[in-house]
Structures are given as structure tokens and as C-alpha cells.
């Protein structure tokens, strides 16, 4: 599925400096599961939606299982597009965080210190972290971006 660069860029602009908090969904808090859900949503399309403590209680599997009926991870030899998303996996191997990758190596996920962000996948902390890229399947978006949908605040 491609993703229009502008259109992209017009909807991280509206998730940018949301605090984070996790399970957030919106529109005040959110956590980085929450910056897939509503970054796809904006395009009509709908993800399954996980906090981070899903895969930490040992149901990583089951949640790469339920993305892989929206997504499919990329081969190692291709490169992501923009529009992709990107799991991280921490230092004991379990993905634990997310985000959506904009184009020229950038990406924009919410992390607990900073809340939403663009980083870089050039800098050596992201970029050792990456699990893996995953692209939407199925053909071009085409059409109005519809507005950022927010899933229910858990507190």
C-alpha cells in the first residue's frame, strides 16, 4: 500500500507533542501503540490495538499474529516506504514499542520521556532496536484524509 508523502506528513502533524501515557489513545495522552491506531485511522484503516504491557506478559506472539492480517513484515532486502510501521524490541528481545515511518529515515512514535516525536533511524539507539518494517497490504489510498479517530483513553 503507498502512502502519500504530504498527506502522511499533514497527519503526524496533528499526533506531534501529545504527551504520553500508556494506553493513551487521544486526543491529550497517547502511547505508541495509540500513534498506529490513529495515524491508520486517518486513512480509514483499522489496526489492532495494543498497549505495550501486551507483549511485556509474554502475548507478543499473538499480537505479531493479529498485525499479520493487515500487514506484512518486509523481506530484509527491501527498503520501508513511508507509511510503514516499525516494532522495536528492547533489550530483552520482546517488541515493546512502535511507529510509523515518514520518509528519510524519520519516524514518529510517542515515548514515555518526550511524548510524540519524530526521531531518526540514523541515530544508533533507534536504529539497533528495529524488530522489523511492516507494510499495510492491499492497493494505493486514494481520497480525503478523514480526521485522527482517538480510541478510548484507559486510565
Given amino acids: ?22 494506553g493513551g489513545r487521544g486526543p491529550e495522552f497517547i502511547d505508541c501503540y495509540g500513534i498506529l491506531t490513529s495515524y491508520y485511522s486517518a486513512f480509514g484503516i483499522t489496526m489492532p490495538d495494543f498497549c505495550g504491557y501486551d507483549d511485556w506478559n509474554g502475548k507478543e506472539e499473538y499480537y505479531l499474529k493479529s498485525y499479520s492480517s493487515t500487514a506484512r513484515k518486509l523481506d530484509p532486502d527491501e527498503k520501508p516506504e513511508i507509511g ?21 529515515y524519520d519516524f514518529i512514535h510517542s515515548y514515555e520521556k518526550t511524548g510524540v516525536r519524530i526521531d531518526s533511524l540514523t541515530n ?3 536504529k539497533k532496536k528495529v524488530y ?6 492491499d492497493g494505493p489510498i486514494e481520497g480525503e484524509i478523514s480526521s485522527v479517530h482517538y480510541g478510548k483513553l484507559d486510565d
Fill in 84 to 104: 510503514d510501521f516499525i516494532l522495536f524490541k528492547n533489550v530483552e528481545g520482546a517488541n515493546n514499542h512502535a511507529g510509523v515511518y515518514l520518509g528519510g
Fill in 132 to 137: 522489523g518494517y511492516f507494510r499495510i497490504k
Fill in 1 to 22: 500500500m503507498k502512502f502519500d508523502k504530504a498527506k502522511s506528513d499533514q497527519v503526524a502533524d496533528k499526533l506531534l507533542g501529545m504527551k504520553f501515557k500508556m
Fill in 124 to 126: 544508533k539507539v533507534w
